[in-house]
């Protein structure tokens, strides 16, 4: 079964410090990718950063970066320099070919930024 | 280049009451899909779609119905509400269906009340 674990449901962070979101995931497939959105306050769905199952290096977007450890199946979301803005709730997904390329969404983490 | 436009904004039904919700989007994606966001549940994917005539069931389907005649629409019909389906809802879009590389965009969502 093809699942994504979020098991952080709140976090705090004072601004300008560095920040891990932790997300696990379950396949038994090899191809697969994993995203994390970003939901400010607002509602929308803010698409953050990509990691593929192949990918041999930690994927990086800005102040985003996603640690990735495939044998423990794990995809962490660090942000650094956190700042006010970052305050919102994050969704970590998984897409995989046998889940019909079907996107699982964990149940989120939503993170405080304090001044 | 309007990506993932929804239609209403807001919504509210009588139980029993049937309605669609419309999406559509402008940049001729193959894969589209609906979600519903529930507080403490993360998104849940109602139906999904990989291109014209082509739908298929998510995890929960139950109460709704979808239809894709065409590249640009996948309107989501409730066919009578219940107050269990007071939700967002999320209409989002995706290049491909493979595992790669393949951002959804999501549109702004509806926000539905049955009472």
């Known amino acids: 079964a093809q699942k994504i674990t979020q098991t952080q449901p709140g976090m705090f962070v004072q601004e300008k410090e560095a920040v891990t979101l932790d997300c696990t995931y379950d396949?038994?497939?090899?191809?697969?990718?994993l995203f994390w959105y970003k939901q400010p306050s607002s509602g929308e769905m803010i698409f953050l950063i990509y990691?593929?199952?192949?990918?041999?290096q930690n994927a990086t977007e800005g102040r985003y970066s996603l640690n990735f450890q495939k044998a423990r199946k794990s995809a962490n979301l660090v942000i650094s320099a956190s700042q006010l803005g970052d305050s919102a709730m994050y969704f970590c997904?998984?897409?995989?070919?046998?889940?019909?390329?079907?996107?699982?969404f964990g149940t989120g983490t939503r993170l405080k930024v304090l001044a | 280049n309007a990506g993932v436009t929804q239609t209403p904004k807001f919504q509210v039904l009588k139980t029993g009451q049937s309605m669609t919700l419309q999406c559509a989007q402008d940049?001729?994606?193959?894969?589209m899909s609906w979600y519903r966001q529930d507080p403490g549940m993360g998104l849940r994917l109602i139906h999904y779609?990989?291109?014209?005539?082509?739908?298929d069931q998510g995890e929960v389907p139950n109460g709704y119905n979808v239809s894709r005649s065409t590249t640009e629409d996948f309107p989501l019909r409730l066919l009578s509400a219940a107050p269990s389906q007071t939700s967002v809802y999320f209409c989002?879009?995706?290049?491909?269906?493979?595992?790669?590389?393949?951002?959804?965009?999501f549109g702004p969502g509806t926000r539905l009340t049955v009472l």
């Open positions: 989002a879009s995706s290049q491909g269906s493979g595992w790669e590389y393949n951002e959804q965009f």
């Open positions: 396949t038994s497939d090899q191809s697969y990718g």
């Open positions: 990691q593929g199952s192949y990918d041999e």
């Open positions: 997904a998984m897409r995989t070919t046998s889940g019909t390329y079907k996107y699982i």
């Open positions: 940049m001729n994606h193959e894969y």
């Open positions: 779609s990989v291109g014209a005539g082509i739908t």
